[in-house]
């Protein structure tokens, strides 16, 4: 979590986004989508559940990830009405009803499908990791869908509404990636969201100590601007998230491919082109 403030920072000095600050997420709201015993425990910090998602519980910690739902919230509303909105948070797509894991303490991607459940939600998942708690929760949510395109499955196996496409390294040959793309958008055509939520991951770099994508930089960029275009081009509202990324030190390594997340939302949509 000590790369979402420097990355806010950067954004809004490099002239790339405008800072909207999230009120906390309401517990019942919460109580409302993860079991109501799992919910209580994080909020009390009652181990070993309050610690499921791998961190040792703090009250920071829990103040962070009120304020980061809340920013889901918050995030998928701004882009309901200006087509595109950010939120600066991390820490989703593996949580599942009862309990958190892989850094992951309450779903925020399931959590906009509940709060908007008048409108469909799809989330396109390109962290490294398969988001197996997302998908556990288009079981429980109609209005949720999940694309994943990853390298590491992260135990999703592929449901009715939870697309997982597994991908070899794609250092050399960038096209499969930009296939599963398509086949994502081409599902897009076919369930035709409301809002889609794009997990912009950093970890699926080639020097990402988690990463088997092996995706450079200018690849990184690149699955970054197709989704924007694509999205506009539809006139599909997008809500990013940052998402995984894990290299260090952070300033150097991890910030650029973040900002360039924001280089490329503000480029399609500030700029001007679409497909
Ligand atoms: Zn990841």
Redo the contacts with the bound molecule.
Sequence with gaps: MRKLGPVAWHAVASGWAEIEVPDPVDADRLRQLHAPEYVDAFLAGRTPLASAQGWPWTPQIRDGVLAINGGQLLGAKLAMEHGIAANVAQGFHHAGYARGGGYCTFNGLALVAQEFSDRRVMVLDC???GGNGTEEFTHRLPNLYNFSIHGNPFGMHGGERSIPRRLPSVTQNFSPYEQALDDAFDMVECWRPDLLIYQA?A?PHLNDP?GSLGMTTEQMFERDRIVFQRCKGRDLPVLFVL??GYQEPINSKLLPLHLNTFKAAHAVFAGGGSD
């Design positions: 962290d490294e990791h991951g970890d988690l998402a995984g």
